[in-house]
Every structure is written in structure tokens, then in C-alpha cells.
């Protein structure tokens, strides 16, 4: 189907371990992106992607990793998990035109231990 | 700094009962503003964009309108179905697309 997917949708790691979500998209969407939600504090960006290879940083990019070698693909690498990772994990995507909207896929809900 | 307020945080309405939810913002250029809607355990879903003052769209029971520091959904006649978080987000003048997203309204409509 066409879309945005994410995977897993529930994780659970341990402190310190290295964890990656993924993200793919079936629309070619130029611009991706990668937020966090947490309770009281709404969705953060943390990177996002004006097309493959150009990466950039958001409001919380501390303790996270991105690359995207293809326009499709977007993960998220975690290199040393924390407690305070926890958190819900969104990817989206939007067109490089002037409409903005963003399409969000169904998160990823990761606990880290 | 930019920043987008909504309130109430949480409306908890009886079927029928139209009400309206209240999204402020202070940002430093406005390119567009942007109501989602997000079911538990699920990606918020795009609801309308709005880019002018003055302007209005509207989708089944929803209108949102927009005005010069602040945009309202509002919600007439209201189902049991139209129990969700509405999110309200804005894009500030720049290429980035990066949306600044507010803490969102939970609605609760009681049949």
C-alpha cells in the first residue's frame, strides 16, 4: 500500500544499547522528518531531510542520528539509548511544493529500561 | 520565539452540542497554519491548511477559521466519532518546511 510506514511499532531496549527505526515512504516526498511526542510537551522535531543525503538538525537532535541514502528511507539511529528516549516516535513527509502539509506514519512507541 | 498555544486542553462535550477549539500563535511570519487530528496509538492525520486571515475551510462538522494571532476549529453538532486530540501547527517563513506544532486539544463526545 502506498504510504508512510514506520517499524517497529513497539520497541523495548535497554539503557545504552543502540536502537534504529525506521522510516519509508511510497510517495517520493522530497522532505522528511523525525519528531518525538511526549506528554506535556507536544510533538518535537528532532531531524528532518530536504531530500537524500541533506539532513538536518530540529529542536531535540541530542542523543539521535540520521542518514538518508535514498529519497524513501529515513532511520533514526539512537547510538546509546536512555531512559529519557522514551517516548513515542513519529516519521512524516511532504512534497517540495509550497502546500507544507505534512503526512505523518503511525509511530513507533519505544521504551527504553 | 515562535510559539502556539491551544486551549482548551481538554472539552468534553455532549453529541450535539457545537463548541469551538481555540489554537493562538506568535511567530515571526506566518506561511501557513495547520489542523491535525490524532486517534490514540495512531500518526496524526491532516485536517485542513489555512494561509490568510480571513480564510475558512471546512470538512463535515469542522470549520476552521484563521485570523491574525489565532485560529479556531470549530466543531458543529458534534458525533461520539469526533472524540480525538486536535493538534494545531505553524510554518514559519522558512524553506524548511518545520512545522511548531501546540500541545493539542482532547475532545470527548458523550452519546
Known amino acids: 500500500d502506498a504510504g508512510i510506514t514506520q517499524s517497529p511499532r513497539y520497541k523495548i531496549t535497554e539503557t545504552g544499547r543502540q536502537v534504529t527505526l525506521m522510516c519509508h515512504q511510497t510517495w517520493s516526498h522530497s522532505y522528511m522528518f523525525w519528531y518525538r511526542q511526549d506528554l506535556g510537551h507536544g510533538l518535537r522535531l528532532i531531524y528532518y531531510s530536504a531530500a537524500a543525503d541533506i539532513t538536518d538538525k530540529g529542536e531535540v537532535p541530542d542523543g539521535y542520528v540520521v542518514s538518508r541514502s535514498k529519497t524513501e528511507n529515513f532511520p533514526l539511529t539512537l547510538e546509546s539509548a536512555t531512559r529519557s528516549q522514551t517516548s513515542v516516535y513519529f516519521c512524516?513527509?511532504?512534497?517540495?511544493?509550497?502546500?507544507?502539509?505534512?503526512?505523518f506514519g503511525p509511530g513507533t512507541r519505544l521504551t527504553v529500561t | 520565539e515562535d510559539q502556539v498555544t491551544q486551549s482548551p486542553e481538554a472539552l468534553r462535550l455532549q453529541e450535539g452540542e457545537s463548541s469551538s477549539l481555540n489554537c493562538s500563535y506568535t511567530v515571526s511570519g506566518l506561511r501557513g497554519l495547520f489542523w491535525y487530528r490524532q486517534d490514540p496509538g495512531k500518526g496524526p492525520e491532516f485536517l485542513f491548511t489555512?494561509?490568510?486571515a480571513g480564510e475558512e475551510k471546512e470538512k463535515e462538522r469542522l470549520k476552521a477559521t484563521l485570523t491574525k494571532k489565532e485560529s479556531f476549529l470549530h466543531i458543529t453538532a458534534p458525533k461520539p466519532e469526533d472524540s480525538a486530540t486536535y493538534l494545531c501547527a505553524v510554518q514559519v517563513s522558512s524553506n524548511t518546511g518545520k512545522l511548531i506544532f501546540g500541545q493539542g486539544t482532547t475532545l470527548q463526545v458523550k452519546p
Open positions: 489555512l494561509y490568510s
Open positions: 512524516a513527509s511532504r512534497t517540495r511544493d509550497n502546500s507544507y502539509e505534512q503526512y
